[in-house]
């Protein structure tokens, strides 16, 4: 095949012409899985274990989350250290790790993570990440199936400086009303997709975005003005009403009596969210920076929400989500159900149901039950989970409990 004339090493390329360039793809799946290990009475839950980890009777370990997927099977083990009686060595720093432990044929991909959670979450609990896809083997063969951060490992590390003596110490924050809680995540590599020439779909859909972005940016044909506080924005009426169902039914007469220019005012809206908002309506895509702190968030999320913009709303909440603690969540919570954004206030509440003894002992919780009263009925809820169903009973008085509960 005759692809483009070769170029030296200081040559620069012309950026039209990057789409004369042959291309191929080569696609990856994954699958993941994410689950928490909790383990109650921990004291106790770690005296009466009697299983050794790899084969070191200096160690024990508690087998955990188990993810199955395809024809994988990883488990999660927790391991720490034990005396020759038995007894607990609670200066033994504790270790997590990841077994393979299926039995069909080559080696699994996987990148893994487990987040140890502490009482003053996020600023004191442990995350341990894999930087890269490991090989996991066989578990019959001489190559590796397990890796993590094990002391009963052969020369294998533990979580430093978390042991038990910490652990068990109530002041440290690592116990949840007794329990050791443990986040485990697992990435799998499914397969590899054949590699094959790219085709010319997303370059077609990026040449559209990019004429938008053109259109937006030259206000070209320009017919109607937001005005947002101090700022006014120029735009196409035609182009927000096909994007966005508020501003059709709000510029829809207007639009039918044929007047010329438009003005139309926006209200309790973050002049810069909305003009990455408007960017959005354009061209799919929008300053990615305005994800990184909790307020350009919450505004980004209140014009998203308002004007319709799923994806981006989808976005925010992740982003948000990702940074709740103890503290912030009961403002979130307020916020969430005054816009309206169902999504957005389910996250809150069940962070609050995972945290509650940590949330209600906030002063922005107490703020809250003095604000919103009302909200705590949507908390309890939360925290109550979904209601009993009853069992229907047959006509002749027996139970039909044997079915089974719904």
């Excluded at 720093?93 to 502490?118: H, K, P, W």
């Excluded at 499914?190 to 940016?217: F, N, T, W």
């Excluded at 009263?373 to 009853?390: C, F, I, Q, S, T």
Aim: glycine share 8%.
């Amino acid at each position: 095949s005759i692809g483009t004339p070769r170029r030296g090493p200081g040559d620069e390329m012309d950026p039209s012409a990057v789409h004369m360039i042959p291309k191929v793809r080569a696609v990856s799946h994954t699958r993941d899985f994410s689950a928490e290990f909790e383990v109650g009475n921990l004291l106790a839950a770690l005296s009466a274990n009697t299983q050794v980890s790899q084969d070191n009777i200096n160690f024990r370990e508690l087998v955990g989350p188990i993810a199955a997927v395809g024809d994988y099977r990883f488990e999660f083990r927790l391991v720490y250290g034990v005396e020759k009686t038995g007894a607990l060595k609670k200066d033994q720093d504790i270790g997590m790790y990841v077994c393979r432990t299926d039995s069909s044929n080559g080696s699994a991909f996987a990148r893994y993570e487990v987040q140890v959670l502490n009482r003053d979450w996020p600023v004191k609990h442990r995350k341990l990440a894999a930087q890269q896809y490991r090989a996991f083997h066989e578990a019959s063969s001489d190559g590796a199936s397990s890796w993590g951060w094990c002391p009963s490992f052969d020369g294998g590390n533990p979580i430093i400086g978390l042991n038990l003596t910490k652990i068990l110490d109530t002041s440290q924050g690592w116990l949840h009303n007794g329990a050791l809680r443990i986040i485990c995540t697992i990435s799998i590599v499914m397969g590899l997709d054949r590699i094959e020439p790219a085709e010319d779909e997303d370059d077609a859909q990026q040449e559209v975005c990019d004429s938008y972005k053109h259109l937006l940016q030259s206000k070209l044909f320009a017919d109607l003005t937001l005005k947002v506080g101090n700022e006014h924005f120029l735009v196409h009426s035609l182009v927000l009403a096909a994007r966005s169902r508020v501003f059709c039914d709000m510029l829809s007469p207007a639009m039918q009596k044929g007047d010329g220019e438009k003005e139309v005012s926006i209200a309790d809206v973050d002049a810069d969210a909305m003009r990455e908002l408007i960017a959005f309506f354009y061209t799919g895509d929008f300053k990615r920076e305005l994800l990184e702190s909790d307020s350009s968030t919450l505004a980004l999320l209140q014009a998203a929400h308002r004007f319709g913009a799923s994806p981006l709303v989808t976005k925010c909440i992740a982003a948000l989500t990702e940074r709740f603690t103890v503290e912030t969540v009961s403002e979130r919570l307020e916020l969430a159900d005054l816009i309206g954004c169902a999504d957005f206030k389910e996250q809150c509440l069940e962070f609050m149901r995972q945290q509650m003894p940590e949330v209600q002992e906030t002063a922005s919780y107490l703020g809250l039950v003095e604000r919103r009263p009302a909200l705590l009925h949507d908390v309890v809820a939360a925290m109550a989970g979904p209601p009993y169903k009853r069992c229907r009973r047959s006509t002749g008085g027996a139970s039909d409990d044997s079915k089974g509960r719904s």
